[in-house]
């Protein structure tokens, strides 16, 4: 027989008791959130597009309460000396409250896809057959440090009809827990008697790996945040993953393009908010073009304090700029940082992008139609623009009202995930 320290038992006695502790808040968790996928199955869309707007109303009317709970977080992050493009994902402003607060009559706005006829047709032996659009059912978001993101998924997910379990990163939980709060005061008030979303409010790893084994209650995990944790998810969870597990966006510049609606494309999607998925990583630039374009993008950059690494035509072409390694191609800065390459054809950037991209976004820059299509054929990405910025791959400028996530998985759902993607059908 084995004798340990007393000290030992009681610590060991001390785990074990946590473990069945979250285990029990869990299973309490999605036991409730199941039978309320039962509920809000039955809640007719005109119910649930005046529940949307109240919600946009009340997050308006309470933004002091919400900001007032967001700067405690950004005072904790500040105070941990957390990366800037941290802090700006965590932050919330009169802006942004008031983009959540837009987010959610916009999903008002939209047509419910629940209910909707995919196809109808039929047999030759009398039978009728309709494949009709349904709810997932329970849906388990994932994320960091955004706060919009409660917002925007609890709209997108009521609106058709999926319970969402949301659980954040700690260093959000006062602002996370402000917006549940919120929207759970317009709940209260419509009338529902049961919870159509749950703000998970343990921050620690352990309920997260007990929520990703509940595969009889949860149909879908959407990871949204760096790729340590989407692929920590995907390696826990015995639920099927939505992904993506990087940002790493292209522009292409070709041989035949406008200086100006290049150089205004490039600026934005590196600087207008370099923290997130959608900003350019990469710019590729024609060899014929590199000497034109090049110093303008540079002189540009300079002034917004964006830092280019490029290769070695890029660095004999235009003074100051650091030489670009392997790894930079395949890098995701989130930062004022961006790489140059310079590629011989079209065909060479294609090859490039689906070699080092992430699948996600990418642009061509020209007025050549033939490159501009064959570009799009040939890319292999959920996102193929020409002409336009990176930064529009989003669910709002698609008009989707916000987006769930931006999938780069094949199966399912592609790119910026609307109402749409969050249906099955039966």
């Not at 005061?185 to 159509?196: A, D, E, Q, R, Y």
């Not at 015995?238 to 205004?264: E, Q, S, T």
Request: include cysteine; glycine fraction near 6%.
């Amino acid at each position: 027989m084995l004798l340990f320290p007393l000290t030992e038992q009681k610590s060991g006695f001390k785990r074990l008791k946590e473990v069945v502790k979250v285990s029990q808040y869990v299973k309490n968790l999605v036991g409730e959130a199941r039978e309320a996928s039962y509920e809000l199955a039955k809640v007719e869309t005109a119910t649930k597009n005046k529940i949307l707007r109240d919600m946009a109303r009340e997050l308006l009317k309470e933004k002091d309460f919400i900001l007032k709970e967001n700067s405690k977080d950004l005072a904790a992050a500040e105070k941990k000396n957390l990366k800037g493009s941290f802090i700006d994902r965590l932050r919330l402003d009169n802006k942004r409250i008031k983009e959540m607060s837009l987010s959610l009559k916009a999903v008002a706005a939209l047509p419910d896809p629940v209910g909707k006829i995919v196809t109808s047709l039929k047999r030759p032996n009398g039978i009728r057959i309709k494949k009709v659009r349904a709810p997932i059912g329970v849906i388990l978001i994932i994320y960091e440090a955004r706060p919009n993101v409660t917002s925007d998924c609890t709209g997108l997910l009521f609106k058709t009809s999926n319970v969402g379990i949301l659980r954040g990163g700690g260093a959000a939980l006062h602002s996370n827990t402000a917006i549940g709060t919120v929207l759970k005061k317009v709940i209260k008030k419509s009338g529902l008697k049961f919870n159509p979303f749950f703000i998970v409010g343990k921050t620690d790893h352990r309920t997260v790996d007990e929520l990703l084994k509940q595969d009889n209650y949860i149909d879908m995990v959407i990871p949204r945040g760096g790729e340590v944790l989407i692929r920590k998810v995907v390696e826990l969870s015995r639920i099927p993953v939505i992904k993506h597990y990087k940002g790493i966006c292209n522009i292409y510049i070709d041989r035949n393009f406008d200086i100006k609606k290049a150089l205004d494309i490039c600026v934005n999607a590196k600087v207008q908010r370099p923290s997130v998925c959608n900003a350019v990583e990469n710019i590729l630039i024609h060899k014929d073009s590199l000497k034109t374009f090049l110093p303008l993008l540079k002189k540009e950059f300079n002034k917004l304090g964006v830092e280019i690494r490029g290769d070695e035509a890029a660095v004999k072409t235009v003074e100051g700029i650091r030489k670009a390694k392997e790894r930079d191609w395949q890098t995701e800065y989130l930062d004022l940082i961006v790489a140059v390459k310079t590629v011989k054809n079209a065909a060479e950037a294609v090859k490039f992008i689906n070699k080092y991209g992430s699948h996600h976004t990418d642009a061509i820059i020209t007025n050549d139609s033939c490159e501009a299509k064959r570009f799009v054929k040939e890319i292999d990405s959920a996102c193929c623009f020409i002409n336009i910025s990176t930064r529009f791959s989003d669910g709002y400028q698609f008009g989707l009202g916000a987006e769930i996530g931006i999938s780069t998985d094949k199966l399912h759902a592609r790119g910026p995930m609307g109402l749409e993607e969050l249906t099955t059908y039966k």
